[in-house]
């Protein structure tokens, strides 16, 4: 399978605790982003990478909230001290971006099957 | 501010009827537009796209999309809805991150 992968599927932990997520994505695209879905409601943006350089993070994204991508490959996201409101699907999607774009591109960003976070 | 706007949070439908899910944008130049699907407890799949050209777009599972500047629509079409369709769906515009609608969900009834 070729697509985006993302680990684990599913997480339960308790307040307090530390979680961190991957994500894998199509193997040449360049650009990989970080999504936070609720039941029901649509994506959120978290933040985006390209390749290695971290370009834009929500204001969603708090402290307790920290991504990676260190070589421009998979991205990991860390949520430190865990509490109940962190409880939501976390979406990943990489597209490939053939200019380094300041603006609105039209590549399609393409989702892997989510990280399901439940915080006790 | 630019946004894109999914009037109707629930649409239902009969097997076999045509179905149209709307979506309306709000979005300086000119647009590119997607559309995106979501399976219960699975990520979104990727439908189809505008970005230039014919104004009607086809894309997969025999979905289409008309793109109509004058009245700054996207909206989603299917000649004959399978129960299979039953599903949520997104409207969303590219500003570096995707700028999601709020998502209807289609209920096809057998």
């Known amino acids: 399978d070729t697509g985006v992968s993302q680990d684990p599927r599913h997480k339960i932990t308790k307040r307090g605790q530390n979680v961190t997520f991957r994500c894998d994505p199509i193997?040449?695209?360049?650009?990989l982003y970080w999504y936070r879905q609720t039941l029901g409601q649509g994506p959120e943006f978290l933040t985006y990478?390209?390749?290695?350089?971290?370009?834009?993070k929500s204001r969603l994204l708090s402290d307790r909230f920290s991504a990676e991508r260190p070589k421009g490959s998979f991205s990991t996201l860390e949520i430190q001290r865990t509490e109940q409101g962190d409880s939501a699907m976390y979406l990943c999607?990489?597209?490939?971006?053939?200019?380094?774009?300041?603006?609105?591109?039209?590549?399609?960003?393409?989702f892997g099957p989510g990280t399901r976070l439940l915080v006790l | 501010a630019q946004s894109v706007a999914q009037p109707e949070d629930q649409v239902n439908v009969a097997e076999g009827n045509p179905l149209t899910v709307k979506c309306t944008y709000s979005v300086s130049g000119n647009p590119y537009l997607f559309w995106y699907v979501q399976y219960p407890n699975r990520g979104l799949q990727f439908l189809l796209k505008?970005?230039?050209?014919d104004n009607l777009v086809k894309g997969s599972y025999g979905f289409e999309a008309e793109f109509n500047k004058s009245q700054t629509s996207f909206h989603l079409k299917k000649p004959s809805a399978l129960v299979s369709d039953s599903a949520l769906y997104f409207c969303?515009?590219?500003?570096?991150?995707?700028?999601w609608g709020l998502g209807t969900s289609l209920a096809v009834n057998p």
């Open positions: 999607a990489s597209s490939l971006s053939r200019k380094w774009t300041s603006g609105r591109a039209g590549e399609t960003q393409y």
């Open positions: 193997s040449e695209h360049n650009r």
């Open positions: 505008y970005i230039t050209g």
């Open positions: 969303a515009f590219p500003n570096r991150k995707l700028i």
């Open positions: 990478f390209q390749n290695e350089a971290q370009l834009e």
